[in-house]
């Protein structure tokens, strides 16, 4: 197992967290000098708070672990592409590379809608490598919508049910 994969694990154990919330299944971990400094996973419907994303969570844990807003000898581990929002905050807080697990072809912005990351325009651009555990990372997000969309059929099944028996006793 190389390193990049070692840590896309760490980061698919925080995924599962997320999963285990009833949460889109991302995670995301920060290694500064072969150590996790930072761990997060999504929980913004669990937080009620649509800055709570994987990587806003590892990063403010690994900034307060270091004592300074720049990770810049720091390399953010995550299984999905980042959005729009965190790959802003991955260009602030300097980290110098970022290694995903599997592309976001709907909402991410490390190539697939944009590219913030690697944009030229920034004071900082970042080293991106795409596809570790690629499979792996798909896998969990396909299983997890598979799921809702079973969930949220059989909810509304029953909602049409339980309407039908408040009619009935009207």
Avoid at 55 to 75: F, H, M, P
Avoid at 142 to 158: G, S, Y
């Amino acid at each position: 197992m190389t390193e990049q994969e070692k840590y896309m694990k760490a980061a698919m154990t925080q995924a599962k967290k997320a999963y285990a919330l009833g949460e889109v299944p991302i995670g995301c971990v920060i290694v500064h000098e072969g150590k996790i400094i930072g761990r997060g996973y999504n929980r913004r419907n669990t937080d009620k708070n649509t800055l709570a994303h994987a990587e806003i969570t590892a990063i403010n844990k690994a900034s307060r672990k270091i004592g300074d807003w720049r990770l810049e000898d720091c390399t953010l581990y995550v299984t999905l592409e980042p959005c729009q929002m965190c790959s802003g905050a991955i260009v602030q807080a300097r980290i110098p590379e970022v290694v995903i697990g599997c592309m976001n072809p709907k909402a991410g912005c490390a190539g697939s809608i944009l590219n913030i990351l690697e944009n030229d325009s920034f004071n900082h651009q970042v080293k991106v490598t795409r596809g570790v555990l690629e499979q792996q990372c798909s896998d969990m997000l396909t299983q997890f919508f598979k799921e809702l969309r079973v969930r949220v059929k059989e909810e509304r099944k029953a909602r049409k049910l339980l309407a039908a028996q408040e009619e009935t006793k009207e």
